[in-house]
């Protein structure tokens, strides 16, 4: 319990640009375990507040299976619908399963609440924030060595689950409709520049350069991926016709 | 408290001595936080009440009938395509109108779970704090630019301290209050604006120690830097459909 207190008393000085903070978890014992605990207490408990307000929002805003339903009710009243059902009723049995279908979709593509996902976020969102601290830890590691850094992999690690900290502020999110929005990954990229900066003894423009190369390097990967990936479908589009 | 709120005010008006006096002041970064959440809720106090009264009040079906009609009739008046139609996809059109009004004031007075009054109040709470987080990451977004931009021009100081300093730009935006004010609310707004980018300036003069001609240079540059990276983006995305297409 003291671990875990400890841990979000680090995180709260690193939320604050503190370097202490970020020195401490480098100087710990065991900065991987630290900081693995920290990020899934802190995933954990915004996933709960989240669900509280998915649930709160959910139960502010009408049923939209009755909306659907009453928007279908007068579609069907509409003259263009006779004039199709007399021409072609297979079309009208084929759109009111696409109806069907764009409302099972479209509401949660645009925010609308969902309360079954927000409670497999209790599970995904700590697992989501691990396995980005692991993937984002790593190549930060190899680009500080490259650029003249001196601290090691665990060290590393430990103190970029630091800046898994402004993830923290989504516990707001408890109060339905309130958009956190960019402010928790601007942070987190400063809490992990000054952490990066600590413990690879770094000057500023190095550690710069370590904080935003891995995400220069993943941006330039999905581009290159799109532009194959449009390629491909320009060839094999172009061959059809 | 009287003595920190005289500094904060002497801010405004540029007293060199009313910025060392923040600067010297311990957690400047937690004070740059709670500041300006300060601000930005007080300023958005008016917009919040009103916010919460719409949206907790019932809607008014007859008013949205009307919106309704009103909105058909203005097509049909200024669009050419609907002046000229034949009359019986005239007559397709008005059945048409007579179906979604009563569509839209059906879907309107569908209820939710929880009674309107608090469902309203969690929407208008809500938008209103959410404000506040927004406010919070365009301040550390461009504070973060702004400090890389000082530092390359010579300048020197932590993140932490340019951030709490140049929260002080804020305290002009408390004019935005009277922005619901009819006709003189956005003139004083946008002098507020102007006021905030001054303030802004020689707060990051005095963290940084340049001079007033490099901090303006420091704070125009992520600016033109952004704007500029924003136009390539747009000529690569519109090259790369040209190809593609």
Same mark, same amino acid.
Do not use: G, K, W, Y
């Given at each position: 319990m003291d671990g875990i207190v400890g841990s979000l008393r680090l995180g709260w000085n690193a939320l604050l640009f503190e370097e202490d903070a970020y020195e401490e978890m480098a100087a710990s014992t065991s900065p991987v375990v630290k900081g693995l605990i920290f990020i899934v207490v802190v995933g954990v408990i915004i996933a709960l507040c989240g669900l509280v307000g998915t649930g709160l929002e959910w139960a502010s805003i009408p049923n939209l299976g009755e909306i659907r339903d009453t928007a279908f009710f007068y579609m069907k009243q509409m003259p263009f619908w006779d004039a199709i059902a007399q021409e072609d009723p297979m079309a009208l049995e084929q759109f009111e399963e696409w109806y069907q279908r764009g409302w099972d979709i479209f509401p949660r593509l645009f925010g609308a609440p969902d309360v079954g996902s927000a409670v497999l976020g209790i599970i995904m969102i700590p697992l989501g924030l691990v396995i980005r601290w692991l993937i984002y830890g790593l190549l930060a590691y190899v680009f500080a060595r490259w650029l003249g850094g001196s601290g090691s992999l665990s060290k590393t690690l430990g103190v970029l689950a630091l /800046? +898994? /900290? *402004?993830? /923290? =502020?989504? +516990? =707001?999110? %408890? %109060? *339905?409709? =309130?958009q956190v929005g960019s402010i928790v990954a601007v942070w987190g990229l400063l809490c992990a520049y000054y952490g990066l900066k600590t413990a690879h003894n770094l000057s500023w423009t190095r550690a710069a350069w370590v904080t935003l190369l891995p995400f220069i390097l993943v941006v330039a990967v999905l581009i290159l991926m799109g532009c194959f990936g449009s390629a491909i479908l320009g060839v094999a589009l172009g061959g059809q016709s | 408290m009287s003595a920190m709120l005289n500094t904060l005010l002497r801010t405004i008006t540029l007293d060199d001595s009313a910025y060392q006096e923040w600067r010297e002041r311990p957690n400047l970064f937690l004070r740059g936080i709670v500041l300006i959440a300060i601000v930005i809720l007080v300023a958005g106090l008016i917009v919040f009440a009103v916010n919460l009264v719409n949206l907790v009040r019932a809607p008014d079906l007859g008013q949205i009938e009307e919106q309704i009609r009103q909105g058909f009739e203005m097509s049909s008046r200024f669009n050419p395509a609907m002046q000229n139609m034949p009359p019986e996809v005239q007559e397709m059109m008005d059945t048409m109108i007579e179906l979604i009004v009563p569509m839209v004031s059906d879907i309107s007075s569908i209820e939710a779970p929880l009674p309107r009054g608090i469902s309203g109040l969690f929407q208008a709470t809500g938008a209103y704090l959410g404000r506040v987080l927004a406010a919070l990451g365009g301040w550390l977004f461009y504070g973060a630019l702004v400090l890389i931009a000082a530092n390359l021009l010579g300048g020197s100081a932590k993140l932490p301290h340019f951030l709490g300093m140049t929260s002080l730009y804020i305290i002009p935006g408390l004019l935005a209050v009277l922005r619901p004010v009819p006709c003189l609310g956005y003139l004083l707004a946008l002098i507020g604006t102007i006021w905030s980018i001054v303030v802004y300036i020689k707060a990051v003069s005095i963290a940084t120690d340049l001079d007033a001609g490099r901090s303006i240079l420091a704070v125009l540059a992520p600016f033109i830097v952004l704007f500029l990276l924003g136009i390539l983006l747009s000529v690569m995305g519109v090259a790369w459909l040209a190809i593609v297409l």
């Open positions: /800046a +898994v /900290a *402004p993830q /923290a =502020l989504n +516990v =707001l999110t %408890i %109060i *339905p409709f =309130l | -």
